[in-house]
């Protein structure tokens, strides 16, 4: 018989790629057909990644529903198979639900200060769902480049020095992950004879003492090219500057790029060296762990340095992916379940935060932020010097101000992690998971447990004495400043991703049982291992196995 499942599962990867090649064929002054055309695809995005979350999640809070799509029905090892379940239903909603604020936002001016923007934002919405929903690697590789490619032209869009500066970083070093990677798929290759993650996962566990080095060291390349992707320490002095200087709205869709090394790190790990992967079973935890910890500590130093809102967050992306991979590396299902929440609301709460910053500096004077500067690392008090003028007193915050300022509290407080939002609840949660009493068994355990506890108090703690410098600066003691003009298209944007995370805290029973049956799919990959076993059996003259 053969396997027919919904098409609805290669839908997020074809409605980008129709829409931005029909959308190249539009002359670039027809700007309200195209950000009509490209709103329209990214609203069927959201709609269908929501129906799919509802479809990967039919079986409650028990076993998840799996289902494999195989393009042109092709038998083993040559299948290019697409695979749905919880953890990449949720990585292509979360794409989708940043997709629409980020290009609403960019309609207000950003999308027309280069050519072909709506293609490129649109080809890179077809990578990224595509990588999240491949189940073979050299697909993912192919996914990742066509992400990579249209990343290249957003980060460049616009003008300006520091953009096509940090724009040379970030594609240079893309290119070397890149090089990483096919390195990596070719080595695992030649022992195993497929790339089907599926078939992976049981072939490299019975791998021989001569095979199994081999392959080892194919992952472990393969893993520092998504390790770059990611963000992790040392391998990323580019990120900060790279977004910083990135247009907002490509920096605002541009926080979902690191969950990308993050979810490839967290599937593969899982699958090829889970409890069943034989003597490779925990590879590379321990230093996972490690490197982790590690770029914890340098987003806290940079976040505590930075003084340019857009530096800030860019170190803030760092926190939150060594924050991720240290999670990753305790490698408890508990901890993923937490981990795996505090993805969703921080990405949500950066992408929200790179659009602000935007917003926030546009009515600011640069040579004034530097005098703000000078005169706080001087101690210098110009209070004496300014004319008290009694008209003054009383006079209200502009509404526009006011809504700014509120904005930015509450990412403040997400990014620290504080009551009673959903990046509180996320830690707790990982918290609570590392210190049950099942969990804590060894002393290295118990070790890493009270480490990375440490570590996201401190980098709660860090983040909160930045942002809310940051926030005074800007909004409560500025030396000068005019109160800046925001269309409703840019500020609608922000509100509707915070409101996101407001969702989340209200929500946070169905959201964090949602998480912890994901988490329980991944430490227990026998579903998703049948389930494409069993695709690919079913297709005719497939004799299985590894051909």
């Known amino acids: 018989m053969i396997l027919s499942p919904s098409h609805l599962i290669i839908t997020p990867i074809l409605i980008p790629l129709v829409a931005g090649a029909l959308l190249l064929l539009f002359d670039e002054r027809e700007r309200l057909l195209k950000d009509t055309l490209t709103i329209l695809a990214c609203a069927l995005l959201l709609v269908v990644s929501i129906l799919m979350l509802d479809r990967a999640h039919a079986g409650g809070e028990g076993q998840g529903a799996v289902e494999v799509y195989l393009l042109g ?15 990449s239903a949720l990585m292509v909603c979360l794409t989708s639900v940043l997709a629409l604020p980020s290009f609403i936002f960019a309609t207000a001016r950003w999308e027309r200060a280069g050519t072909h923007f709506h293609s490129l934002f649109l080809f890179m919405l077809m990578g990224l769902n595509g990588a999240f929903l491949t189940g073979d690697l050299f697909n993912l590789f192919v996914f990742f480049e066509v992400l990579l490619a249209a990343s ?3 980060v460049l869009h616009g003008s300006g020095a520091a953009r096509i500066k940090w ?11 890149s090089l990483l990677f096919l390195i990596g798929v070719a080595m695992i290759y030649s022992e195993t004879g497929t790339l089907n993650m599926a078939q992976l996962s049981i072939l490299l566990g019975g791998l021989d003492y001569q095979s199994r080095p081999i392959a080892e060291a194919g992952a472990a390349i393969l893993g520092i090219a998504f390790l770059i992707k990611a963000g992790i320490w040392p391998l990323n002095f580019w990120l900060p500057n790279a977004y910083a200087a990135a247009a907002a709205p490509v920096a605002a869709i541009f926080a979902i790029m690191t969950k990308v090394g993050i979810y490839v790190l967290l599937r593969l790990s899982l699958l090829f060296f889970g409890v069943k992967a034989g003597g490779s079973s925990g590879f590379g935890a321990e230093l996972l762990f490690l490197a982790g910890m590690l770029t914890i500590l340098f987003g806290v130093i940079g976040v505590l340095a930075s003084q340019a809102l857009g530096r800030l967050t860019g170190y803030s992306v760092l926190i939150s992916s060594g924050t991720l991979l240290a999670a990753v590396g305790f490698a408890n299902d508990g901890v993923t379940a937490g981990a795996l929440f505090y993805l969703v609301t921080s990405t949500a709460a950066i992408s929200a935060l790179f659009m602000l910053i935007e917003l926030i500096e546009r009515g600011q004077d640069p040579a004034a932020n530097i005098l703000a500067v000078t ?3 001087f101690g210098e008090d110009t209070d004496e010097e300014e004319d008290f003028n009694e008209a003054l007193v009383g006079i209200a915050i502009p509404q526009t101000l006011a809504i700014l300022g509120f904005c930015f509290g509450i990412c403040t407080m997400l990014l620290a992690g504080l009551p009673p939002f959903s990046a509180f609840l996320a830690k707790f949660a990982m918290l609570s998971a590392m210190f049950e009493p099942e969990t804590l068994g060894e002393e290295p355990i118990r070790s890493s447990a009270s480490w990375l506890a440490g570590a996201l108090i401190l980098s709660g703690f860090a983040s909160l004495i930045a942002l809310s410098r940051a926030g005074i600066r800007s909004f409560w003691a500025p030396i000068e400043g005019v109160v800046p003009r925001v269309l409703l298209v840019e500020i609608a944007p922000v509100i509707a991703l915070l409101l996101v995370t407001v969702g989340l805290t209200i929500g946070a029973g169905p959201a964090m049982r949602f998480m912890t049956a994901t988490a329980d799919d991944l430490h227990s990959p026998d579903a998703y291992i049948n389930a494409v076993m069993n695709a690919m059996q079913a297709v005719p003259g497939n004799r299985g196995g590894v051909q």
């Open 152 to 154: 290249y032209g957003l």
């Open 375 to 377: 005169l706080e690392a």
């Open 73 to 87: 029905n092709w038998p083993s090892p040559i299948a290019i198979n697409l695979v749905l379940d919880r953890l």
């Open 167 to 177: 724009g040379m970083h970030y594609i240079v070093i893309n290119l070397v992950a």
